[in-house]
């Protein structure tokens, strides 16, 4: 076993912090820790591209509830793991990537791979970022970092560690355990909120994000429980609908669209911003005329685009937690509130039933993209991890993926950037996989040519993960505003003609099918299910169909058909 030094105690630090798992890409600079590792049997997948171990860290966060880690060089490798910091950072998810960089003894040398300042580049996009400057520091900081990445909210730390502080002698010990802490409630406002709540005729509640990675399910189930009150949820917040009571899961919260004046009339935005997901602050599906109650552990995004009515400042799942408590010791009539359940529960299946019926009577040569993404969730979806990548793909996997497991779909978050779903898809393979599950990433042909080679990092590490490439040929969503804003005639530079996906993937030893019907879609997933290698079906889909969202999004109505 090698000499103690900055790389052990990094390796030790992470260990007795819980971490069982970190991601990289080798590089001289940190060879220390992967040293480290080799000794102290603390595994390492390593990718072939470090935004993929970025989001690799961020994938097993996302499905098992823990922090990720995320090991890269310094130069080049830092500055190709910032679009994961930044994915991180929006999207609240908690990550520590420790970053080499050239020697303190070679500060302002021009020596190699240095010239920059990593930590203030990524000040921007961390909740926390360091240079560590004494090997001794090492744990105490290490462990800082990784109380500030968990705290609510949660989100990505750095620390960068140079060559020297890495490779010098350790002359303190790793701590045993690395302390954490509770999820803050709201100190106060539950009482104010339950009496709102008891006066509203259509309440609802809208579970973010936030609900499921703070392991808020349970919590999200026991307050409808307690008070009756539907939810709704954004696209990642959309499997803590799991296992509500019946009646209470209305889907995603985008079927508030058209209620009009059946609109709710309270709102409790739980770890729901406003934004993206919620048409910004138009009022189409969170009403003007609605009080709202907003749960956030920031208070800086109370009354974000749209006034509120309160709002309660905790962790998220914990102020839920403690608002179902709150309801059960007062009682009420859950029964109250029954027809405005069956009403919203009536509006969202008849949005779900046009949608069905138009996509099954739209004429092509081609698989829709709805009955494809359809099919994949309900052959491959039911006890696995799906990830979702690229516009067009995640809009219709939204509106059919079933609802599973929380933390077993993982989409597109304030960032929105393409190809990150490679990267998440190994990581939540990696998680899954320690519960004998299985990933499957469903990504655009666009999106996933930013992340091929990570075929090879899923067969060198052994995960079995299934790719669904979605194959229109182009960057569908920006074709499709293309010829919304400048005419069909000036098309330009969206097309991919080349798209043997599956070819790509049997280059590389994994396994490869070639879909163009359903027949052959439903046999490449029983095949590449009943496998144990990674593999990569390549399902052809028409360019044309427009999912209900992206209508809204470019200014239409959700099943407007002149809207083309």
């Not at 992470?14 to 069982?20: P, R, T």
């Not at 744990?139 to 990445?149: K, V």
């Not at 040519?449 to 079995?464: H, Q, S």
Request: hydrophobic residues 45%.
């Amino acid at each position: 076993m090698s000499i103690e030094n900055g790389g052990s105690l990094v390796v030790r630090t992470l260990k007795a912090a819980g971490a069982k798992q970190a991601f990289g890409l080798h590089g001289a600079h940190i060879d220390a820790i992967f040293q480290a590792a080799l000794d102290l049997d603390f595994p390492i997948i390593d990718t072939r591209h470090e935004v993929s171990a970025g989001h690799a860290a961020e994938g097993y966060a996302r499905v098992s509830g823990q922090f990720g880690v995320a090991l890269v060089t310094a130069g080049g490798g830092f500055t190709n793991v910032v679009t994961s910091l930044a994915n991180a950072w929006l999207d609240r998810t908690p990550v520590v990537v420790i970053t080499g960089s050239g020697p303190l003894r070679d500060d302002e040398t021009n020596t190699l791979q240095a010239g920059i300042d990593q930590v203030a580049m990524a000040v921007p996009v961390t909740k926390w970022a360091h240079r560590v400057v004494s090997t001794d520091h090492i744990p105490r900081l290490l462990e800082q970092a990784i109380r500030i990445a968990t705290a609510a909210p949660q989100g990505p730390v750095l620390l960068d560690m140079p060559w020297d502080i890495l490779t010098g002698p350790a002359g303190v010990a790793a701590a045993e355990r690395v302390q954490s802490f509770a999820e803050p409630v709201a100190a106060s406002g539950i009482d104010q909120a339950l009496d709102l709540l008891a006066r509203a005729e259509r309440p609802v509640i809208v579970a973010g994000g936030e609900i499921t990675r703070g392991h808020g399910a349970e919590a999200l189930a026991r307050f409808c429980g307690e008070t009756g009150i539907p939810a709704v949820a954004d696209f990642e917040g959309l499997t803590s609908l799991s296992d509500l009571p019946e009646g209470t899961g209305c889907g995603l919260v985008q079927g508030l669209f058209g209620l009009g004046a059946n609109a709710p009339d309270v709102v409790i935005m739980a770890g729901m911003r406003f934004g993206l997901t919620t048409a910004h602050g138009s009022g189409i599906l969170i009403p003007h005329s609605a009080k709202i109650i907003q749960i956030d552990p920031d208070p800086r995004e109370f009354g974000r685009l749209q006034p509120i009515e309160m709002g309660l400042n905790g962790g998220v799942a914990a102020t839920v937690g403690a608002m179902a408590n709150a309801a059960a010791v007062r009682g009420g009539d859950k029964v109250r509130l029954e027809g405005w359940r069956k009403h919203l529960s009536g509006h969202v299946s008849a949005r779900f039933d046009q949608l069905v019926k138009d996509c099954s009577s739209a004429p092509s040569e081609r698989l829709h993209p709805f009955v494809a993404s359809r099919l994949v969730c309900e052959i491959a979806a039911p006890g696995n991890v799906v990830v979702a990548d690229g516009a067009l793909t995640y809009l219709w996997l939204s509106e059919t993926i079933a609802r599973s497991r929380p933390r077993s779909f993982l989409c597109h978050g304030y960032l929105g950037a393409m190809g990150v779903g490679f990267g998440t898809a190994l990581g939540a393979q990696k998680a899954a996989g320690d519960e004998g599950r299985r990933a499957i990433l469903i990504t655009g042909d666009g999106a996933v040519g930013y992340a091929l080679g990570e075929f090879d990092t899923a067969l060198r590490n052994d995960l079995p993960l299934i790719v669904v490439v979605m194959n229109n040929y182009s960057w569908g969503a920006t074709q499709h505003f293309q010829k919304l804003a400048v005419g069909p005639n000036r098309v330009t530079k969206t097309m991919l003609p080349n798209g043997r996906y599956h070819e790509v993937a049997e280059a590389m030893n994994c396994s490869g099918y070639l879909a163009t019907d359903e027949s052959s879609l439903r046999d490449a997933l029983t095949q590449a299910l009943a496998g144990n290698r990674p593999a990569c079906i390549n399902v052809q889909v028409d360019l044309d169909p427009i999912p209900p969202e992206e209508r809204i999004i470019m200014g239409g109505m959700p099943f407007d058909k002149d809207f083309q």
